[in-house]
């Protein structure tokens, strides 16, 4: 009787592992190619720059040439995308340059590149001297604010000011809960479960965190926008990129570090975030001299899109401020 209950429990693993394997292959995806990729997510602004170690970086370029120029960088998996909202209020008045950063987007780059948040601040000193940008003001959402804030403390003779978008770069706070985080987030941090996933179809996942991050506005989670990020992760060695930026060393911020900073600085945070949490915020204004700090009510992760002429218009006050500093 053992011998039988214990062929059973053996067959039944056998079972579920051929399932799962069955399973695996079912749900993999592949690359797929850029140039499909450029076909559907390209507009009429979209232009590249080559690097010399290989990155060919996709960008736009838009809205008033004679403005003062916003240099703004996306969060983690995201593109340049997210800041279509604000290049339609700004535009008129603004020269604003968007990117995509080495592993997102339509940016390529070579086969073993290390993304990491100063190999991103790098990259975007490598673009700016390519194109003669000596003077903007440099802005990012998420992991795109950590850049900027890495760049500022690198270039600062180039930021004429700083803006911090429902910022990243602090380290995690001490009664943060799993809880609080999307499920792809906790998944990517485990290395075992993030190899697993890397070539798998995650659009449930991204769905999830992307309604994560839109708290209060999950009507903009189409499903426009879950392909568009599936997809463009999807681009040939994305995703190694993106998968091992959970496992990347990144800067933290201390006030000790950004005390060097003496740029006007504009910090918006959402109240409602979960991914970076106000907190977040208000230590980057109480560590940044002379910072400017709104909280956004019922607002999450990414007020560029959830209201961006909310989050515009506090923009163009900052930088007519600004300006009639100078």
Known sequence: MLRWIFGAILGLVGILALAAVAGYFILKRPDIPYETLAAKYESGASRYELFADGVRLHYRDEGNPDGPTLLLLHGFSASLHTWEPWVQQLGGAYRIVTLDLPGHGLTRAPAGYQGSIHAFRDAVATFADAKDLQHFIIGGNSMGGHVALEYALAHPEQVDALMLIDSAGWPDPPNATEGQSAIIFQLLRNPIAANILRDL??????????????????????????????????????????????????????????????????????????????????????????????????????????????????????????????
Do not use: W
Not at 229 to 249: K, Q, T, V
């Open 201 to 326: 179809d995650n659009s449930a996942l991204i769905r999830q965190g992307l309604e994560t991050a839109f708290p209060a506005k999950p009507e903009l989670v189409d499903d426009a926008m879950v392909a568009r990020y599936a997809e463009l992760s999807r681009a040939p060695g994305h995703r190694d990129i993106i998968f091992g930026l959970m496992r990347a060393n990144r800067p933290l911020a201390t006030p000790e570090r950004l005390a060097a900073l003496t740029m006007p600085t504009l910090i918006l945070h959402g109240e409602l975030d979960r991914l970076t949490p106000l907190s977040f915020g208000e230590q980057y204004h109480s560590a940044i001299a002379g910072s400017e700090f709104r909280a956004l009510d019922g607002i999450g992760h990414a007020p560029q899109e959830e209201v961006p002429e909310q989050s515009a218009a506090l923009v163009r006050a900052f930088v007519q401020r600004v300006q009639g500093a100078e």
